[in-house]
Structures are given as C-alpha cells and as structure tokens.
C-alpha cells in the first residue's frame, strides 16, 4: 500500500474505500497510455474509417470499459447528417457496444 501511495491521487483512495473495483480501474487508467478497450475500437474504427483525418478514443468509465468517447473526422461523413454519422460508426462497432454502458460520438468532416 505504502509503494502505491506514490503513484495513486487521493481520488483513488477515496474511490477504494467506496468501490475496490473502481479504484483498480482508476489505478490502471493512471499507469496506461491506452486501455485494450481504446486499442480495440481505435482497430475497428481505424480499418471502417481509412480515410479518417482524425480518431480518438477514450474510455470514460475511468479504464474500466463500461463507457467511450469517440472524436471521429473523416471525409466519408461529407453529405451525411449527423445522425446518418452517427449510425455508420454504431454500425462499424456493432459487436463492441453490445457490452458497453454507453457511448459518446463526436463526428467531424475535414475543413
């Protein structure tokens, strides 16, 4: 415990006391530049969207991967409402969201 005091904020030690499960979560998200989750998605987004400009993926649910955020600016949305955007990147990540809690989108055409 004492080893990881240096590396833990006094957030993870309050959510310990609350919820171990969320405190591992929130340790493991402090030591890693991406989870297996964002790496996963970023895969999938990244061979559906290959003319995406820009991809970003966050797990939101503090490394835990219950929840996302996608920030997704590619050409192939040029023509499409929001919400037709929207669907493709739903369609594109069909099997994931089914063992997710939610999920942002952030959709973007290139300037």
Do not use: W
Not at 35 to 57: H, N, W, Y
Request: charged share 25%; hydrophobic share 40%.
């Amino acid at each position: 415990m004492f080893a990881c005091t240096r590396l833990c904020s006094s957030a993870v030690f309050s959510a310990f006391r609350s919820s171990p499960v969320a405190a591992v979560c929130q340790l493991q998200r402090g030591l890693s530049s991406q989870t297996d989750g964002e790496e996963r998605i970023a895969s999938i987004l990244k061979e559906k969207f290959p003319l995406a400009s820009k991809l970003k993926v966050v797990d939101i649910s503090g490394g835990c991967g219950a929840m996302y955020e996608i920030h997704i600016e590619s050409s192939e949305f040029k023509g499409k409402r929001t919400v037709q955007q929207h669907k493709l990147v739903n369609q594109a990540l069909k099997e994931e969201i089914q063992g997710m809690h939610g999920l942002r989108i952030f959709t973007e055409i290139p300037k």
